[in-house]
């Protein structure tokens, strides 16, 4: 994996502790624990297994004390992050030990990013916050008289205009609403994602910040497990969403057995 990112040979660290391995090794950890920056390094300084899942050891004597490491090590590694590349290594990695090979099911869902429910109000009193700190600064460093301001989206909502792709977070301006229709949760916010899983393992088929219909993408599940695996697909499982004509002509054509309910 380190070799198909292309991570640098560099070691990072005060005592150049971490390898591309070791890098990739504590992003697996970050994940697995869900441990904060900080804690996280903490863990690794008195967790002996930790060190050894990273290929690293740790004197007690002199632990890691820059706990933005971590983010160094997650910044270098999202920017050559290809995930269609690193999930064919992993299926390479992984196939001996799956079983249901031909089986295919997908479904779609949303990696939430953990924000405030953005109501007009919160959202409009989070944009004066941050354009007042940012005025105020700036401002003082140019030596100008600090203008009035007025966001475009604020006041198109305020006249009752509808808005296209709103905005739902300043810091995250990436992040959309995705309708998912849920009893307790009808919107989530975050990148929506079509997954296949294979034998109790889930690859990513697509990811978009933006909402999109997965019930059109059945097709392209098949083939890419079928290319992953090397091995044809004969069964599919899916929810009503993909139990759509051309999915189920497309199933038929190849005697593809589905788990979608007859007509």
């Given at each position: 994996?380190?070799?198909?990112?292309?991570?640098?040979?560099?070691?990072?660290?005060?005592?150049?502790?971490?390898?591309?391995?070791?890098?990739?090794?504590?992003?697996?950890?970050?994940?697995?624990?869900?441990?904060?920056?900080?804690?996280?390094?903490?863990?690794?300084?008195?967790?002996?297994?930790?060190?050894?899942?990273?290929?690293?050891?740790?004197?007690p004597s002199f632990?890691?004390?820059?706990?933005?490491?971590?983010?160094?090590?997650?910044?270098?590694?999202?920017?050559?992050?290809?995930?269609?590349?690193l999930q064919e290594?992993?299926?390479?990695?992984?196939?001996?030990?799956?079983?249901?090979?031909?089986?295919?099911?997908?479904?779609?869902?949303?990696?939430?990013?953990?924000?405030?429910?953005?109501?007009?109000?919160?959202?409009?009193?989070?944009?004066?916050?941050?354009?007042?700190?940012?005025?105020?600064?700036?401002?003082?460093?140019?030596?100008?008289?600090?203008?009035?301001?007025?966001?475009?989206?604020?006041?198109?909502?305020?006249?009752?205009?509808?808005?296209?792709?709103?905005?739902?977070?300043?810091?995250?301006?990436?992040?959309r609403p995705i309708?998912?229709?849920?009893?307790?949760?009808?919107?989530?916010?975050?990148?929506?994602?079509?997954?296949?899983?294979?034998?109790?393992?889930?690859?990513?088929?697509?990811?978009?910040?933006?909402?999109?219909?997965?019930?059109?993408?059945?097709?392209?599940?098949?083939?890419?497990?079928?290319?992953?695996?090397?091995?044809?697909?004969?069964?599919?499982?899916?929810?009503?969403?993909?139990?759509?004509?051309?999915?189920?002509?497309?199933?038929?054509?190849?005697?593809?057995?589905?788990?979608?309910?007859?007509?």
């Amino acid at each position: 994996m380190a070799k198909t990112i292309g991570l640098s040979e560099n070691r990072l660290g005060r005592r150049k502790i971490f390898s591309p391995s070791a890098k990739i090794a504590l992003m697996i950890l970050k994940a697995y624990t869900g441990l904060s920056d900080r804690h996280l390094v903490e863990h690794l300084n008195g967790n002996i297994h930790y060190q050894m899942f990273c290929g690293i050891m740790i004197d007690p004597s002199f632990p890691i004390t820059n706990y933005k490491i971590v983010s160094a090590i997650r910044n270098e590694i999202a920017a050559r992050l290809y995930i269609e590349s690193l999930q064919e290594i992993l299926a390479t990695h992984w196939k001996p030990y799956l079983e249901n090979l031909h089986v295919c099911m997908t479904d779609a869902t949303c990696y939430k990013s953990h924000m405030r429910f953005p109501t007009d109000m919160k959202l409009l009193w989070k944009c004066l916050e941050w354009l007042y700190r940012h005025i105020c600064r700036n401002c003082k460093e140019l030596g100008m008289r600090r203008p009035r301001n007025n966001l475009v989206q604020e006041k198109e909502m305020f006249e009752g205009r509808k808005v296209s792709d709103r905005i739902v977070s300043i810091d995250r301006h990436y992040v959309r609403p995705i309708v998912r229709g849920k009893e307790t949760k009808p919107v989530e916010f975050g990148a929506k994602v079509n997954n296949i899983q294979i034998d109790g393992i889930s690859f990513i088929e697509h990811i978009s910040f933006k909402a999109f219909n997965e019930g059109i993408r059945l097709k392209n599940c098949i083939r890419m497990q079928q290319n992953l695996m090397k091995v044809r697909v004969t069964c599919a499982a899916g929810d009503s969403i993909y139990a759509n004509n051309a999915n189920r002509k497309y199933c038929t054509k190849y005697s593809i057995s589905t788990s979608f309910v007859r007509k």
